[in-house]
């Protein structure tokens, strides 16, 4: 599933096409995805102008003028891409084959750009895992899809004392508190991987072990909130991941695997300077784990 960074690159990839834009017609070519379509969606954003494009956590949202908040999630392998009615202008070079099976083409939003031109913005998704909600503007925070997630890993928000009181007396695996989205929203299995082997954290530890007590600093939940916040950048400056069908909005791929220390790298030599350990793999609530048994403790 995409994660933080890749919904991101999504996101800057659609703002110049989308913001400001006038959303003419949309068409849904099927009556659901994940889950049916909200009532009269089409009719309740069709003739809105797309004031701004944001996110929250993994999730897009569109703010229309006058009009309601467009939610979307584009679940394991949704993906957005963009057209002109004369033909396609989707820039960015093809380092793989992109699959453009139009079986797959649910939603079709065709726009008006603030500079006159007319393009389609489609949504692509073969498993059908991703959807499209609404909600109003000044409650669209407390929808039933976001009113429960965490603070965001982007920013000086997540410091080394936030850390700390999320984690302090907590039990689980430190992998596992890491990717309870109600703690910290939008982190996923690759970025917590690459994170505790930045912050040299065995993903196996008891959560609470990085605390410091009320009043006091630990080094260690301040090299981790540390570490979240870069590898979350890097991938962002990279464009994502690019894991399986993951694309990003102008068609290219995401180069950000090429710099991984241990996703992925089962049995080879841990990266990490003067470190002589292997990459090993283990399973944390049915999700592999890749992590350095030597360096991260």
């Given at each position: ?45 069709s003739g809105r102008r797309i004031a701004s494009l944001g996110r929250r956590a993994k999730y897009l949202t569109a703010h229309l003028d006058g009009g309601p908040v467009l939610i979307c999630h ?224």
């Amino acid at each position: 599933m995409p994660e933080l960074p890749e919904v991101e690159t999504v996101r800057r990839g659609l703002q110049p096409v989308l913001e400001g834009s006038i959303i003419e017609h949309v068409e849904t070519r099927r009556p659901d995805l994940r889950y049916p379509f909200p009532e009269k969606f089409v009719d309740r954003i069709s003739g809105r102008r797309i004031a701004s494009l944001g996110r929250r956590a993994k999730y897009l949202t569109a703010h229309l003028d006058g009009g309601p908040v467009l939610i979307c999630h584009l679940g394991m392998s949704g993906s957005f891409r963009v057209e002109a009615s004369a033909g396609d202008r989707t820039p960015g070079e093809f380092h793989h084959p992109r699959s453009k099976d139009t079986a797959h083409d649910h939603v079709v939003f065709h726009v008006a750009t603030q500079d006159g031109e007319k393009a389609q913005v489609i949504f692509n998704d073969p498993r059908r895992f991703g959807f499209m909600l609404l909600s109003e503007e000044a409650t669209w925070r407390e929808h039933p899809m976001l009113a429960g997630l965490g603070v965001e890993p982007t920013g000086n928000t997540l410091d080394g004392d936030l850390l700390s009181d999320l984690f302090r007396g907590r039990t689980a695996p430190l992998k596992a508190a890491l990717l309870d989205q109600r703690l910290i929203a939008g982190l996923g299995n690759i970025y917590v991987c690459e994170a505790l082997w930045r912050a040299g954290l065995s993903p196996r530890r008891a959560a609470g072990t990085i605390s410091a007590k009320p009043g006091g600093r630990s080094a260690r939940s301040d090299r981790l909130a540390q570490a979240v916040r870069d590898v979350i950048a890097d991938a962002i400056a990279a464009g994502g991941s690019s894991l399986r069908d993951y694309v990003q909005a102008d068609g290219s791929l995401g180069y950000f695997q090429h710099s991984f220390s241990v996703y992925d790298r089962e049995g080879q030599a841990c990266k990490r300077p003067g470190c002589s350990g292997i990459v090993q793999r283990l399973v944390q609530s049915g999700r592999s784990t890749f992590y350095c048994p030597t360096c991260q403790r």
